[in-house]
């Protein structure tokens, strides 16, 4: 008796699926860009405008998607862009005050985080010296700064002698 017997090799080899994934959305400060990038070596990309570069830029707010093959695997993502304005700051204008004087400063807006010159984060902040204030107010994770001057000087003094009576005609 004989046996027969026959063997074959396969190599499987297993490509991991090009995984795109920005997240549920963006938040863009009004007049900004976005750049999106999917670079993958031997990928072919389609966005949602049909566009096939490996990047897109975004500079409106909307629905946006891409498609990222690479080989026979294929990987989608569709996220928001939402646009949101510079916050609005004046904290007021430079300023000249006597020292003893404070000058408070506000630049409250709800919702948004502060940071002063001095890294304070409250939303108002007294001055009481000379120097320059500023403070970024984030909101939306947009940023704007305000600043001014300030100068207090010494109380003037006056003396212009004690009292004294004069008689008409007289001068002093």
């Known amino acids: 008796t004989s046996q027969c017997s026959i063997s074959d090799t396969m190599r499987l080899i ?6 795109v994934n920005f997240g549920p959305n963006f938040d863009v400060c009004n007049g900004d860009s976005l750049l999106l990038d999917v ?5 072919t990309y389609v966005w949602q405008d049909s566009s096939t570069n490996p990047s897109f830029t975004v500079n409106s707010a909307g629905t946006y998607w891409v498609e990222r093959t690479v080989f026979l695997c294929q990987s989608t993502d569709t996220f928001q862009v939402f646009y949101h304005p510079y916050p609005t700051v ?3 204008p430079d300023s000249n005050l006597c020292f003893g004087d404070t000058l408070l400063l506000d630049a409250f807006q709800a919702g948004a985080t502060y940071s002063w010159q001095d890294s304070n984060s409250d ?4 001055v009481d010296t000379t120097g ?6 984030t ?6 700064r305000d600043s001014l001057v300030s100068n207090f000087f010494p109380i003037p003094f006056v003396n212009i002698g004690s009292n004294t009576d004069l008689c008409t005609g007289d001068t002093l």
Do not use: E, H, Q
């Open 139 to 144: 909101l939306n994770g947009c940023t704007t």
């Open 14 to 19: 297993l490509s991991p699926v090009p995984l």
């Open 123 to 126: 939303s108002v902040y007294i």
């Open 39 to 43: 670079t993958t070596p031997n990928a």
């Open 132 to 137: 320059i204030y500023w403070v970024d107010v």
């Open 90 to 92: 004046d904290i007021g």
